[in-house]
């Protein structure tokens, strides 16, 4: 096995989720909650699978009477009256199979669209540091593969498996009142088809498994292959991550080897059995007929046949359903490990609404900010900001410069509550973070981040994201304000221009004044700036750049920068180093100090 193949491997051991019991009733019972709403469809069902597993061996029943009656005594017309019966039976059957199924795949859909709809509402609730740690491709392949195994669980496995046990039963109700002594000889077998069921399920449980994990991992690299294709190409890494991609595959494909193996000896040695007990129940049934001074009947020996023929024949269907409700519980088991982790932090129950205090801002939209003390990391054991310590007033504009990994992300993640401090205190207006809701305080931060991420509709849904009920008027009087309406008016339908997967028919300065107009529609106390004009010319920068000095006057902003020409207006420049601020001021006593802010300057000056 070569290396990736060995990494590959390692990564599976690593990722494979706890095994479970392949069979819960627990599970079952918690998919079956999500049927409440159609509760009395639900209940008709499981009237109708009761009604199924009687009537297929009643139609047994029936061709055994009719041959030790009628036949047996050479009555046509009790035979013709036998098949008129046997006709009636049969067209019900069909009429209950088709109320079954239907009724089986509206419960099905009805508990995938709950599922997907509850775990949609779960993921929008998780923190950022969720999405961070959980790729991509496993989140889809619960929204999709996942449920669609439930689906199939609910709709084909629990009905057809339950109508095959039902006729199990019936059939052994009818073998013992046919023969007691042939029953026992049944009755006695079933150990090895316990011996055989258990052996096989056991293995075919850890395959599955393994195969639904190495699925996760083909969905996940596949995922976030084409999210960075532009990367990859650029950097002729094709066949490098083509090789990669084939040993998970390869991977998957072993999983996958495995599981068929293990049922390829499961049925055809469960067909084997069958055929074995049959043969032993006709030579049983043969003595018992054939010896002196018996006094077994006939035609309750051919009902007893055919009815053993009822009471085995389910059984391979029951080792094919296993496969699949094998999967199924799987894909509960990883749905409902998914809605069932709770987030890493919550509102606290004494938070509330951020309250505005109307005098105090009388003259300021902007909301004071205030670090005191504080140390976060990702990790907890691992800090990237110490003892952070500033204080913006209400209107007031602040710059966070540094190298890469200095912290500034970190303090735009905790203003906007991605992540709440490890030690120390964020204030916003005087209140720590802590006590209030996080949906009042997000209501009134606007973010424009480097990279612009829009959605799927036109240019004006995307600028009213925040505020769906805006008037098409005030969606125009923002990009008017941003000086930017002739960059819109280039666009093929102006303001009904269809966005492309990820923005893909728009210049990057097109999307980033989007992104500009979606921030400032919803009038913000906090305004937060990371990197918002690097996807910007030079021409359209200056205009932005203009629009911005009004916009920011009275918000709180917080601008992140490498351009440094961009932060010369701010009210206080805080350069960070290792996540510590290690300088702060304005930028013309920055640059009379001599310090690191005034290399950074100048080593901008000789750049530009």
Known sequence: MNRNASLVRLNAREEREDDARPLQVGLILRLMSYTQAVAGKRNWLFLLVLLRAIQLPALTWVTAAVIKGPISRGDWQGTLWGMAGFGLLALSTQLVMH??????LELGETVVHDLRQKMFAHLQSMPMSFFHRTKLGRVISRMSSDIEDVRVGVQEVLFVSLVQIGNMAVAAAFMLWYDATLFLLVIGLLPVLWTVNHFFHRKMSVALRQMRDSFSRVTATLAESVNGIRVTQSFVRQDVNARLFGDLVSDHSQYNYEVNRAQGQFLPLLDLNNQVFAAALLVAGAWQLLRPGATTDVGDLIGFLL??????SPITTLGNQYNQALTAMAGAERVFRLLDSPPEWHDAESAGELRIDDDAHAEHCGLSVEFRDLTFGYDPQRPVLHNINFKARAGETIALVGHTGSGKTSIINLLAKFYLPNSGQLLIDGTDVREITTPSL?????????????????VRDNIR?????????EVIDVVSQLDCLDLIADLPDGFDTKIGERGGNLSLGQRQIICFARALLIDPRILILDEATSSIDTLTE?????????LTVGRTSFIIAHRLSTIRHADQ???????EIVERGTHQRLL?????????????????
């Open 99 to 104: 109320f079954r199924q239907r009724y089986a």
């Open 307 to 312: 009815m053993a023929n009822m009471f085995f």
């Open 442 to 458: 997000r209501r009134h931060v606007a973010m424009v981040l480097q990279q612009n991420i829009l959605f799927t509709g036109t």
């Open 465 to 473: 994201f925040g505020r769906p009920d805006a008037s098409d008027q």
């Open 542 to 550: 200056a205009r932005v750049q203009a629009a911005l000095l009004k």
């Open 573 to 579: 420049v805080l350069v960070l180093d290792q996540g």
């Open 592 to 608: 009379t100090t001599g310090g690191v802010y005034a290399g950074l300057h100048q080593r901008f000056v000789q750049a530009a």
